[in-house]
């Protein structure tokens, strides 16, 4: 079964709509510990828009299991790896102008700049995850620039208005996990999943990791964080169908 990572970003969105101290989202990270997470994740936006460095700096101190810094590969970001150091990094495409992230990275078109990052974080010995959608031209070019693992996108899976959508994109993230693990890259999936349809993603076997951020922090909103992340570990744990 995949381990469960759970993206603090939204209780940052929250306190930063304020300007204000609180929600912190370390507090929330070291609840979602306990409560059975297995990798906390967070994303430093070029804006600050919501995680600050300070959030990132004081996670690596605190974090027990792996923590995990999403980011854009600017020199910038760059250089804050280095000096944080987090278990993993997630090179994601980045526009200031979205709401969330929208879509894998352009690997094609970025492969020459992706290829230059991965190295250098290589280098400072962190391991290097690309943001990819599930396709299987996407896989072999992570596995020829180096990286450690690939995250699937699975925004489409969760998007789908029908279980004949749903189940076609299914076999295509299925697919791109199988040929991930045969190339030798490690293998994890998120965006877009929550505690109607995280089941057949878990179920894959390829797949090691989930990365979910916003449908946990908004059941906790209402039922608090560790309830939130145990109900989802329990999910991760025994996955089912639709």
């Known amino acids: ?80 790896a280095q000096r944080v150091r987090p278990d993993m990094v997630t090179l ?14 352009d690997v094609e078109g970025g492969r020459d700049r992706l290829t230059e990052v991965i190295d250098i974080l290589r280098r400072a010995g962190i391991v290097v995850s690309l943001f990819i959608a599930p396709e299987n031209a996407h896989i072999k070019l992570a596995s020829k620039m180096n990286a450690h693992m690939v995250e699937l996108h699975t925004g489409h899976y969760a998007n789908a208005t029908n279980i004949t959508e749903r189940r076609q994109e299914l076999e295509k993230i299925s697919a791109a996990a199988a040929l991930g693990r045969k190339v030798g890259l490690g293998v994890a999936a998120g965006h877009g999943l929550d505690y109607r349809n995280v089941g057949w993603i878990a179920a894959i076997p390829e797949v090691r990791e989930l990365n979910i951020g916003h449908s946990i922090i908004a059941r906790a909103v209402l039922v608090g964080m560790h309830r939130a992340v145990e109900q989802m570990v329990r999910l991760v744990k025994t996955p089912g169908g639709f």
């Not at 994601?92 to 990275?105: A, D, I, K």
């Open 92 to 105: 994601v495409p980045e526009r200031r102008e979205e709401l969330t992230t929208e879509g894998g990275l």
């Open 1 to 80: 079964m995949p381990r469960l990572c759970v993206n603090v970003d939204h209780v940052a969105t929250v306190r930063q709509a304020r300007r204000a101290r609180e929600p912190d989202p370390v507090r929330a990270a070291i609840l979602a510990e306990m409560a059975g997470a297995e990798g906390i994740v967070i994303h430093v936006r070029e804006d600050r828009r919501h995680a600050q460095d300070r959030d990132l700096k004081i996670l690596r101190q605190v974090v027990d299991t792996q923590l995990n810094l999403e980011m854009a590969g600017t020199d910038e970001m760059i250089d804050l």
